[in-house]
T-cell receptor, first 114, second 115 residues
Framework: ETGVTQTPRHLVMGMTNKKSLKCEQHLGHNAMYWYKQSAKKPLELMFVYSLEERVENNSVPSRFSPECPNSSHLFLHLHTLQPEDSALYLC?????????????FGPGTRLTVT | DQQVKQNSPSLSVQEGRISILNCDYTNSMFDYFLWYKKYPAEGPTFLISISSIKDKNEDGRFTVFLNKSAKHLSLHIVPSQPGDSAVYFCAASARLTGGGNKLTFGTGTQLKVEL
């Protein structure tokens, strides 16, 4: 595997379900991110982890719960979601501290909440 | 309040001609700007970036220009190729105190390069 991978690619869940999105980066980076892209809206930053510590929570509702067990893996735990949470969820990683700012994205998980 | 704006939702260009994609921002604290390309069913792919202390960066067919006084940047693709057809996102970066950086994205411009 290379780059940033995400599983599953597609997910349909009911409002009472609990599910998790998984992200893995194979780039040796030390920062990881969750973004949300809703229809007709720009990508919105949700969470940032740097060196496995959460450094940013962009006013995200508590029904979204991130977890970063190590520098290569990032999870987004979902519970009691609403239909308006249906969106494309993207994971990204970057190498902090090198003077570069590029983030590298995975293919995303298309989430539908019914 | 949208801090990064791409006012053209779509652009159509003939193969071989120049494509110019534009982006405006409002926050003077952004210190780095990036362009991403996105194909359907894929994540955004990094294309080119520019530091706020520079006014031009070139990489092959792609050149990014930054006008800080106007808070405006543009991406030039020349010559345009059919494979360049995709959605192009402008993003502005701000460092986070605890590490990492926050990217603020525009809404994207759909580029179509026609034969």
């Amino acid at each position: 595997e290379t780059g940033v991978t995400q599983t599953p690619r597609h997910l349909v869940m009911g409002m009472t379900n609990k599910k998790s999105l998984k992200c893995e980066q194979h780039l040796g980076h030390n920062a990881m991110y969750w973004y949300k892209q809703s229809a007709k809206k720009p990508l919105e930053l949700m969470f940032v982890y740097s060196l496995e510590e959460r450094v940013e929570n962009n006013s995200v509702p508590s029904r979204f719960s991130p977890e970063c067990p190590n520098s290569s893996h990032l999870f987004l735990h979902l519970h009691t979601l609403q239909p308006e949470d249906s969106a494309l969820y993207l994971c990204a990683s970057s190498q902090d501290g090198t003077g570069t700012y590029e983030q590298y994205f995975g293919p995303g998980t298309r989430l539908t909440v019914t | 309040d949208q801090q990064v704006k791409q006012n053209s939702p779509s652009l159509s260009v003939q193969e071989g001609r120049i494509s110019i994609l534009n982006c405006d921002y409002t926050n003077s604290m952004f210190d780095y700007f990036l362009w991403y390309k996105k194909y359907p069913a894929e994540g955004p792919t990094f294309l080119i970036s520019i530091s706020s202390i520079k006014d031009k960066n070139e990489d092959g067919r792609f050149t990014v220009f930054l006008n800080k006084s106007a808070k405006h940047l543009s991406l030039h693709i020349v010559p345009s190729q059919p494979g360049d057809s995709a959605v192009y996102f402008c993003a502005a970066s701000a460092r986070l105190t605890g590490g990492g950086n926050k990217l603020t994205f525009g809404t994207g411009t759909q580029l179509k390069v026609e034969l």
